[in-house]
DNA sequence: TCCGACACTCTCCTTTCGGTGCGTATAAAT
DNA sequence: ATTTATACGCACCGAAAGGAGAGTGTCGGA
């Protein structure tokens, strides 16, 4: 245990202020965007109309997986919203609705890809730093 | 309101069958990664830590923005554990803690990158698909 | 002697997330 | 006459996320 006084040498050696910050509407905007695009199932149905294409409701619940229904419906009307992809309506029966990724949808799609290619290419990394912090606990 | 027999017409559009899946076990482990950090609170952490370096709690509350303590804590716990950041504990009184993003911290920044270049790019355009959408729905 | 600083933790409390199940319209197939 | 298929909306419910505020331990400064 070492005393207070210690405290200013480790300060010192990062003293930038903390820088001015961009229009604040615009940073809130941002990360509102972040919020609502860095979700799960924004992500995932991202993916799915990317390779996929153009994909129905039922089939578009296929590709993502384990996503119930209520959650299907919400998440895509709030990616159509915000202009992420394009949602078809043939007015025939029983009802036929087309999904499709937008020029924007595609772009957001493009810029996970990074994301996408990192998960998989160090989830073992992941693996080992959880297994490492468990046992450190331990002790 | 035209018959059901349209459908077909519009159905032989796509017809390839759902693609087989890959590894199960190796997909669930991504997707429940993506699950973590494909969220709102870990990006922004992510991006405080990358461009400044090194902080200490509440300086890297501030950068964040409005964050609480809690899930400041929370996040930055669950970083540690995933390997994303690294925590040193500086045992003075009062007490000083440094975090820092680990290489593997900082591949996963580089690949969100994009997505905040792509949020930035296209937040006028997400605005103008939402008013659109708010028009349309009137009509 | 009391306050403030730091990095939390703990306890409520409210809001949101997300699942299940039911209803609906209508034509075609059985 | 009954069933089936499609793409949902609606109501209900438990679980989880997340915020607010108080408490903690110790020391240096007023």
């Known amino acids: 245990m070492r005393k207070a006084l210690a405290d200013s040498e480790i300060e010192t050696r990062r003293r930038y202020p903390v820088p001015a910050e961009t229009d604040p509407a ?6 509102d965007i972040i919020g609502k695009v860095a979700d799960k199932w924004t ?9 996929q294409g153009t994909l129905r409701f039922t089939q578009l ?12 419906t919400q ?9 992420l992809v394009h949602r078809t309506v ?11 990724l937008t020029p924007l949808g595609e ?3 493009a810029a996970f890809c990074g994301v996408w290619i990192w998960a998989e290419a160090h989830h073992a990394e992941i693996l080992r730093a959880r297994e490492a912090f468990a046992a450190a606990r331990k002790a």
Chains 1, 2 share one sequence.
Request: hydrophobic share 40%; charged share 20%.
């Open 75 to 83: 998440t895509v009307r709030q990616m159509e919203q915000d202009g």
């Open 107 to 109: 772009s957001l799609s």
């Open 61 to 72: 619940g296929k590709a993502v997986g384990r996503i119930s229904q209520k959650m299907l």
């Open 43 to 51: 992500m995932l149905i991202l993916e799915a109309l990317q390779e």
């Open 26 to 31: 615009i940073e809130a905007l941002v990360q």
């Open 90 to 100: 043939h007015p025939v029966i029983p009802p036929h609705v087309d999904y499709t």
